[in-house]
Nanobody, 116 residues
Framework: QVQLVESGGGMVEAGGSLRISCIAP?????????MAWYRQTQGKNRCLVAS????????KYIDSVKGRFNISRDDEKNTMALQMISLRPEDTGVYYC????????WGQGTQVTVSS
């Protein structure tokens, strides 16, 4: 079982910024896995928001967050982050980190709430 721990969420007004983080403290193969941030809003399925390659750190984003979110990783520390700016109410949700491919062992997530 892989332990994934998210942190850093909170409540901000529209236009604000937040940085959320994830750590996989005991996962020795972290650097080998493409990682991703997922978001789940109330009553909806969890969906992919951003991902980052294990090979070259190349990021990918869904269209609605391009230019506003920045995903990064530190393989030395087994951590990943998502810097979010110009937040919108529709960014509200619980954010989870996990593998891009075959995600499993979901953590508790971190709540991000953006008020209008």
């Amino acid at each position: 079982q892989v332990q994934l721990v998210e942190s850093g969420g909170g409540m901000v007004e529209a236009g604000g910024s937040l940085r959320i983080s994830c750590i996989a403290p005991e996962f020795s193969h972290f650097r080998l896995r493409a990682m991703a941030w997922y978001r789940q809003t109330q009553g909806k399925n969890r969906c992919l928001v951003a991902s980052i390659s294990s090979l070259d750190g190349a990021p990918k984003y869904i269209d609605s967050v391009k230019g506003r979110f920045n995903i990064s990783r530190d393989d030395e520390k087994n951590t990943m982050a998502l810097q979010m700016i110009s937040l919108r109410p529709e960014d509200t949700g619980v954010y989870y980190c996990n593998f891009l491919n075959l995600p499993r062992d979901w953590g508790q997530g971190t709540q991000v709430t953006v008020s209008s």
